[in-house]
């Protein structure tokens, strides 16, 4: 079906770990995202791509690493997981659409527990 | 920097009441004003936007008006029903969408 999925849905690591989350897109979507959500912080960006091959850093990139050498695939990586980076992922697409580019479109999110 | 505060939670309101969450932004620019909807369980999903100044968005009953004036994009609904219990998010998007921290809505029977 089309739309965006993140992979896997649920995930317990430990500490010191690498871990590494899917997100795919079916919709060709030129920009794609990284968010954490945490209570009483809504939804802070981590990283985005503009497209294949272009990212850049978000609120809070500090722990984490992305890459985009698909058009429809934005992984991001835990190269050393932390207690501090449980949290819920979300993934999400945008820009496809003229007159809708700022849109964003989420995936069902990804809960990391990072013992 | 880009800011959005929005009414704190929870919200506990009966069926058929009406709803308003408020939301007032910070922006250098001339943002585009959101509100996605999160239901238990899922991602966020897009409830309505508005993308300049006095206009107004609205879906599925909501609606909410682009108040540059009051820097404001507050969320109103004549009656809820239970399932509009949810977490409801305001954002405002200049290149990058920046979100207020949530306000859980719950509605009983």
């Known amino acids: 079906d089309a739309g965006i999925t993140q992979s896997p849905r649920y995930k317990i690591t430990e500490t010191g770990r690498q871990v590494t989350l899917m997100c795919h897109q079916t919709?060709?979507?030129?920009?794609m995202f990284w968010y954490r959500q945490d209570l009483g912080h809504g939804l802070r960006l981590i990283y985005y791509?503009?497209?294949?091959?272009?990212?850049d850093k978000g609120e809070v990139p500090d722990g984490y690493v992305v890459s985009r050498s698909k058009t429809e695939n934005f992984p991001l990586t835990l190269e050393s997981a932390t207690r501090s980076q449980t949290s819920v992922y979300f993934c999400?697409?945008?820009?496809?659409?003229?007159?809708?580019?700022?849109?964003?479109?989420f995936g069902p999110g990804t809960r990391l527990l990072v013992l | 920097g880009d800011s959005v505060t929005q009414m704190e939670g929870p919200v506990t309101l009966s069926e058929e009441a009406f709803l308003t969450i408020n939301c007032t932004y910070t922006a250098t620019g001339y943002p585009s004003l959101f509100w996605y909807v999160q239901y238990p369980g899922e991602g966020l999903q897009l409830l309505l936007k508005?993308?300049?100044?006095?206009d107004k968005g609205s879906n599925k009953g909501f609606e909410a008006t682009y108040r540059k004036e009051t820097t404001s994009f507050h969320l109103e609904k004549g009656s809820v029903q239970v399932s509009d219990s949810a977490v409801y998010f305001c954002a405002l998007s200049d290149e990058k969408l920046t979100f207020g921290t949530g306000t859980r809505l719950t509605i009983i029977p």
């Open positions: 999400a697409s945008s820009g496809a659409v003229a007159g809708d580019q700022e849109t964003q479109y």
């Open positions: 919709w060709s979507h030129s920009y």
């Open positions: 508005a993308t300049k100044a006095d």
């Open positions: 791509s503009a497209a294949a091959d272009i990212t």
